[in-house]
């Protein structure tokens, strides 16, 4: 019998799900309810190759890798599911000076945050890794505590966590509609495989629906702009001389590998996706995979057995190919939805989603209770996410290229190549005749910098000094010596007006904004631990009229905090 009333409803029992009513109950939340349309892991948790890696491009995804490692360490002894966990290490490999950079700054970070890291020499990874084939390799980094553990078995763990605490977990029950009073859900209609029907109120609601996160997202009247692509592996005959090794990653062949119990499995993360499920996921879809492509996966197989020559003679027990969600700019989206007050996300894993569910299920919960972030999470929170960006072609084009992201090299302003020139100023083609060479944010398209004649109007990617440098200074220097004039058509541009505009923002901003009309004032907006959630400039306009002017990419996002801050 499915109870009618929650405190709190999930919708997906993947390991997101789970690991967010886990951490739910540890916080003493009771009246918690994840449903779960089939089975638990059926989408794409049970298929994960199961990496669990702590390396990451910024500081708090780094915190979060290194919590979830910690975590599924202890998991099985809390809760006896055995996780398959096992802290092999792993080797990640630079066939390049520029990926050798990457990596000692990857390092540099994680050390930072106490994560065991150590740079290593070709030699001594030949020494840990005696199969590799040291062919180009630059050096690389190992981590010690780096592991790899049973995705599906890490979910149920999760799931038995949560349960012991007083969740309630029902399978074979799908959320198909929602009930709302303004922007509130009030619940949600729920169908089982038998065909009956029922309603569950809640007082808050979480879309960990993985690759069906964005037409759950819709159901909730919420933007979750996620979109499937087919993701490979193999797995091997067993080979005879393979014993325990760390995971290897040699990110400048598109490549991960990993022994298991005397197979090893090689997957791959290739520049030209495949984007999956352009019309909808299947109705029956559960514990299914895609067809092979075995023309798809060979340049990376070509090159794998260059790299580990056991693998020439090893047959091929498993050609695997499963759906998984990308997003625009991969990263997943994490916290409250702008234009809900009670729906949250946690969604859209890029291919992360093991090693990122236990810091993603601990920071959203967190977030659950306080209503604020717990920390810096503007990297994953929803509302960087813009309006057009749940549209489905655009989705289609971006994530062909955000797949493959994931090893290619993470250069400083780097910038996506697909699904580009959504949104342009009325300058653009002029500022192009002039030379200028475009980035995007949030969409838009910006002149970054200006080439000279005869200069190649291209970004040359590299951690040391860019090729623009010179070209920003002159710019730099003309509006510092004589007169410039600033495009500011990208910006996000706010305008607060009543009675009440000057108590509010002084309310809401670090600065004093009792000043004159006319006068420009730079401030940020503060949440109540004293942490910046906005970077603006505000222009008093009259007595009772403020322009605030935001950057490009967090526009709903700041005015979504005035709105919520504005209360009656
Ligand atoms: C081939 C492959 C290899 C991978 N390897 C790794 C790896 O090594 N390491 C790693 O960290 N990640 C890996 N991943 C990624 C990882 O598997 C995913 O990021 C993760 O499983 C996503 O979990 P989830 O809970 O978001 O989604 P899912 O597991 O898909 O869960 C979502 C659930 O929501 C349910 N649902 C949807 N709609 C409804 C509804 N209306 N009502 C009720 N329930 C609903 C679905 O049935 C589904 O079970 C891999 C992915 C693939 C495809």
């Not at 049970?46 to 979060?64: F, P």
């Not at 971006?398 to 959504?422: C, I, M, N, W």
């Not at 500022?431 to 910098?449: D, H, I, M, P, T």
């Not at 002159?474 to 009675?499: P, Q, W």
């Amino acid at each position: 019998m499915i109870q009618d009333k929650a405190k709190v409803i999930i919708i997906g029992g993947g390991v997101i799900g789970c690991s967010v009513a886990y951490h739910l109950s540890k916080l003493g939340w009771n009246d918690i309810v994840l449903l779960e349309r089939k089975q638990l892991t059926s989408g794409t948790t049970w298929h994960a190759a199961g990496l669990i890696g702590q390396l990451r491009a910024s500081a708090n995804m780094t915190k979060l890798a290194k919590y979830t490692q910690e975590l599924y360490f202890d998991l099985e002894k809390e809760t006896g599911v055995s996780t398959g966990f096992k802290r092999v290490g792993s080797i990640s490999v630079a066939l390049t000076s520029e990926r050798m950079e990457e990596l000692k700054r990857s390092a540099a970070m994680a050390r930072a945050f106490g994560v065991d890291v150590e740079e290593i020499s070709p030699r001594e990874i030949k020494n840990r890794y005696p199969h590799i084939n040291l062919e180009r390799v630059v050096g690389g980094v190992f981590l010690g505590k780096d592991g790899q553990g049973d995705p599906a078995n890490i979910a149920l763990a999760l799931a038995k966590g949560a349960r012991q605490e007083g969740a309630k977990i029902y399978e074979g029950v799908t959320a198909t509609k929602i009930f709302k009073n303004q922007n509130k859900v009030t619940g949600v209609e729920w169908t089982n495989r038998h065909g009956e029907s029922g309603r569950i109120s809640c007082e808050e609601i979480v879309n960990c629906a993985g690759m069906w996160g964005h037409s759950v997202g819709k159901m909730l009247g919420t933007n979750i702009p996620l979109h499937a692509c087919e993701h490979f592996y193999i797995v091997t005959e067993p080979i005879a001389e393979l014993t325990q090794l760390p995971v290897l990653r040699v990110p400048d062949e598109c490549a991960y590998y990993k022994e298991d119990a005397g197979k090893m499995l090689l997957g791959a993360f290739e520049p030209n996706a495949k984007p999956w499920g352009m019309s909808g996921i299947p109705k029956d879809f559960e514990f299914d995979q895609l067809p092979e492509d075995f023309e798809h996966f060979e340049p990376i197989l070509e090159m794998a057995v260059n790299r580990v020559p056991m693998l020439e003679k090893a047959g091929i027990h498993t050609f695997f190919n499963g759906p998984e969600s990308f997003t625009p700019d991969d990263a997943y989206h994490l916290g409250r939805s702008p234009e809900m007050e009670n729906v949250w996300v946690a969604a859209g894993f890029n291919s992360i989603g093991i090693q990122s569910a236990g810091g993603a299920g601990m920071a959203l919960a967190q977030w659950m209770q306080d209503k604020e972030k717990p920390f810096d999470l503007g990297d994953v929170d929803i509302s960087r996410m813009q309006p057009f960006q749940g549209n489905k072609k655009y989705l289609f084009e971006r994530s062909k290229e955000t797949l493959g992201l994931l090893y290619a090299d993470h250069f400083p302003f780097r910038q996506k190549e697909s699904a580009r020139g959504v949104r342009r100023t009325p300058f653009h083609e002029h500022l192009k005749s002039k030379g200028a060479v475009f980035g995007e944010v949030a969409g838009w398209e910006r002149a970054n910098w200006f080439s000279n004649n005869g200069q190649s109007d291209e970004y040359r990617y590299s951690w040391k000094r860019q090729n623009w440098f010179e070209n920003s200074a002159r710019e730099h220097m003309a509006v510092r010596e004589n007169v410039g004039l600033y495009d500011m058509s990208t910006f996000g541009k706010i305008r607060v007006e009543g009675k009440d505009a000057e108590s509010f923002l002084n309310y809401l901003c670090g600065a004093n904004l009792s000043v004159d009309i006319g006068k420009i004032v730079y401030t940020q907006f503060l949440n109540s631990k004293g942490g910046i959630e906005a970077d603006v400039t505000v222009t008093r306009l009259s007595e009772t009229t403020y322009l605030i002017v935001t950057p490009a990419a967090t526009r709903l996002a700041d005015e979504t905090w005035l709105r919520r801050n504005q209360k009656d």
